[in-house]
């Protein structure tokens, strides 16, 4: 099947081309997004291969339909930026990828709690320019800190199970307890009392219309003042003005972020010679206390295994006229 690969990047190329063994497929890599400006470049291609950036509105689909195409292969867990019901209106099929490493994402976001706990990020500049005073890193003992999960999922089960080793008491939000969290001795409570009792909270719940802005200035105020806040999970479940303003109050004590709601427009891209017009994201880099990495948390070898493998299994099953059992519907 001819599959136009969109946001392609050399390593999408090399793992899809690898999954790609036998050349079954015929893989054509663009570097572009799937936009509504760029569907020329879908024109006769069966199928799309598409990531997290691109983005899938009513016109675009139209669009890319009219031009033959028939099948969305998402190589992502999340599809909040495709427009489903168009989708399905047209005849076209999505499939995506639902799980290729949750720990890549749980151990990415432990990794942020370490380094804004202990400051890493100064602390690396400093000792290489030859400064080894410590007045300004102290950090706090991660065991016995209470530590929020909303959304215990494939990913917050990981990222709870970590926790859980490091000697932390566990809470939970989530409408479908998980037994595995049950089973660790987390307490599943309502978001504001979860909110009110965490050190750290952790976002590891999808982006839909239920959980858009999930952290906005009403519930962050409900958090311990001083509280740590991590997002791997999406940009949107943070409502960035109000999360600027409790930083600046004291109320949230360290942001870690590796999602954020305009990064359509910044990340995967070397922008280090532009100026960047996005004053919040620019405002939230100038604080010593906010971290962010550029939506890196599934960036391992066995995720991006995982996911080739999976999209082309998700390819091979739709040009084989089978019911794809990754179909988003
Ligand atoms: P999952 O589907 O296994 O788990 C999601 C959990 O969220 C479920 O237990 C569900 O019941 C829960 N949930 C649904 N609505 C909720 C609500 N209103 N409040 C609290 N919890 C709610 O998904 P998985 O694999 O754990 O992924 C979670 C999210 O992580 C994805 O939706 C995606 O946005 C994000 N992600 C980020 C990546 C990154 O590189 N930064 C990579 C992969 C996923």
Redesign the pocket.
Known sequence: MRIAVFSAKPYDQQFLNAANGKGDHELVFFDAHLTHATTALAAGFPGVCVFINDQLRAETLRAIAAGGTQLIALR???FNNVDLPIANELGLTVVRV??YS?Y??AE?AVGLILMLNRKLHKAYNRVRDDNFALQGLLGFDLHSATVGV???????QCFSQIMHGFGCKLLA????P?QVCLDLGMEYLPLPELLAASDVVSL?????P??HH?LNAESLGWLKPGAMVIN???GGLVDTPAMIRAIKSGQVGYLGI??YEQEANLFFEDLSDTVIQDDDFQLLQSFPNVVITA?????TREALSNIAETTIANIDQFAGGEVCSNQVK
């Open positions: 992502a867990a999340g639902p799980a949750p890549a994402v990415h909303i959304g215990t999922g494939k990913i917050g939000y989530d409408p479908y998980s590891h719940c999808p982006l839909m239920q959980t999930l791997t999970s999406r590796d999602v939506h890196q948390a599934f960036f």
